[in-house]
């Protein structure tokens, strides 16, 4: 991974009146596994059916190693693909699937026939060559596709939410193989996908889409510690928006009061901080120390509503004012739980690089 090989610049699609994409820019390196996440309509599909050829862009430019790509169609393109929707030849078998882009290609007999035993290999189907489609699992399906999408050794491939139809166990199977396939081939992976969960697994950058733009880029870690709108914080992990006063701020760094008296210095705030409005305090639950309360602690003095049991984590809701609440996430077992109880009195500390305010 090193230099800048796929260049999207400026671009913006309009259908009729509708703006699907606003102004999309991203550098992508080579070898690189970059995720577009983003709700339903924030204009992922459409960005990468503009890299794909499916639809030209009103504006802006695509470069692949400095040459536009635009003037390209899409079959010439030389592009891999792996879409939902972009499913395999019914009426041909698993084999001919794959060989059929090479023989598109026209490659020799011998050539299509070692390359679809290695791909067969590397997707781990060795065996279901004769096989046709409907013979076969959603799961292995979807290897196929990305088989037949890597048999020509694309530059580039283009997977869009390829693992929606696929139940949990699976997608996280299939996940884990397009992570193995990704290390072994060293293709540039653009990856479109709602899920979260599935792009902090796979990727080595997200970049976060809301609204036809992208809100920030960065690698999960990254955006998790630092969200640099609410948006990207509410999107990536999960989190809790109390109200607060912005006391002042400097640098980068606020000086906030929540309720009548606790105050808490050195947080990290975004947006544009006036002195005295009041502004959105993120808390990360997992990023909360609770401890009993002594009516002494410097934090904040909350009651406990609610304890879930999750598996390894326990949830715990707690009221910290009338009409506010905020969750603390605690492993299972930690003593902090032992033996707490609706009702109970508790402290809430976090440090000031676990917080962010937004105004
Ligand atoms: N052919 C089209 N004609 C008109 N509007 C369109 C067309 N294709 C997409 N749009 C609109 O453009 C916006 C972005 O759509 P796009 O499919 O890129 O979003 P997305 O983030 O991929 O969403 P999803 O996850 O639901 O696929 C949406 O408001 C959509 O309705």
């Given at each position: 991974m090193s230099e800048s090989f796929l260049k999207i610049k400026g671009i913006r699609k309009e259908y009729g009146p509708v703006v699907a994409v606003h102004d999309?820019?991203?550098?992508?390196?080579?070898?690189e596994f970059l995720t577009f996440l983003g709700p339903s309509g924030s204009g992922k599909s459409t960005t990468l059916y503009i890299l794909a050829g499916f639809e030209n862009p009103t504006k802006g430019d695509i470069l692949l190693n400095g040459r536009t790509l635009l003037s390209t169609p899409s079959h010439k393109r030389n592009i891999g693909m792996v879409f939902q929707r972009y499913t395999l030849f019914p009426h041909l078998t698993v084999g001919e699937n794959i060989a059929f882009p090479l023989k598109v290609r026209r490659k020799s007999k011998a050539e299509v026939d070692s390359r679809v035993r290695e791909m067969l290999r590397l997707v781990r189907l060795e065996g279901f060559e004769d096989r046709k489609p409907a013979q076969m699992s959603g799961g292995q399906q979807q290897r196929v596709a990305l088989a037949r999408a890597l048999a020509y050794d694309p530059p580039v491939l283009l997977m869009d939410e390829p693992l929606s139809a696929l139940d949990k166990k699976l997608r996280e199977e299939i996940q884990h193989e397009i992570r193995r396939i990704h290390q072994q081939t060293e293709v540039t992976i653009l990856y479109v996908t709602h899920d979260q969960e599935e792009a902090l697994r796979l990727s080595d950058r997200i970049a976060v889409f809301s609204k036809g733009v992208i809100d920030?880029?960065?690698?999960?870690?990254?955006?998790?510690?630092?969200?640099?709108t609410r948006f990207v914080a509410e999107f990536i992990g999960d989190s809790d928006f109390i109200s607060c006063h912005l006391l002042s701020s400097d640098n980068g760094q606020a000086t906030i009061s929540l309720g009548d008296k606790a105050i808490f210095e050195r947080i990290p705030v975004h947006g544009q901080a006036a002195t005295g409005r009041k502004a959105a305090l993120m808390l990360r639950p997992e990023r909360i120390r609770l401890g009993r309360s002594n009516g002494a602690g410097k934090g904040l003095s909350a009651t406990v509503n609610d304890i879930t049991f999750l598996g390894n984590n326990v949830h715990v809701t707690t009221q910290i004012s009338?009409?506010?609440?905020?969750?603390?996430?605690?492993?299972?077992?930690?003593?902090?739980?032992?033996?707490?109880?609706?009702?109970?009195?508790?402290?809430?500390?976090?440090?000031?690089?676990?917080?962010?305010?937004?105004?």
């Open positions: 999309v820019n991203l550098d992508v390196r080579r070898g920030q880029i960065g690698t999960g870690p990254e955006l998790y510690a630092n969200p640099r009338a009409n506010e609440t905020l969750s603390v996430r605690l492993p299972f077992g930690h003593e902090a739980i032992s033996g707490l109880s609706r009702g109970d009195h508790v402290n809430l500390e976090f440090d000031p690089g676990a917080a962010h305010v937004f105004c």
